[in-house]
């Protein structure tokens, strides 16, 4: 969220996702060939995802 903060909307052109999902799960952005694999303790970090002008659809599929 950038200025004005509150209103859900960003100027930022690509951002990094964090998540949490089981230990060493294969995580990928559902549509893109993003993918990572979470750490010991199931954390993610999908950099650089690129975003378009209104809203953004993402959702992550993550695999043991």
């Given amino acids: 969220d950038t200025a004005p ?3 859900s909307q960003t100027a930022i052109a690509s951002v ?3 998540g949490k999902t089981s230990a060493h799960a ?3 952005l ?3 060939n993003n993918t990572v694999t979470a ?3 199931g954390n993610f ?3 650089n995802i ?3 002008l209104g809203d953004n659809g993402l959702s992550s599929k993550s695999e043991i």
């Fill in 45 to 47: 970090v999908l950099n």
């Fill in 30 to 32: 559902q549509g893109t």
């Fill in 39 to 41: 750490d010991a303790s």
């Fill in 26 to 28: 294969i995580v990928t």
């Fill in 5 to 7: 903060v509150g209103d």
């Fill in 16 to 18: 990094s996702l964090r």
């Fill in 50 to 52: 690129s975003l378009a």
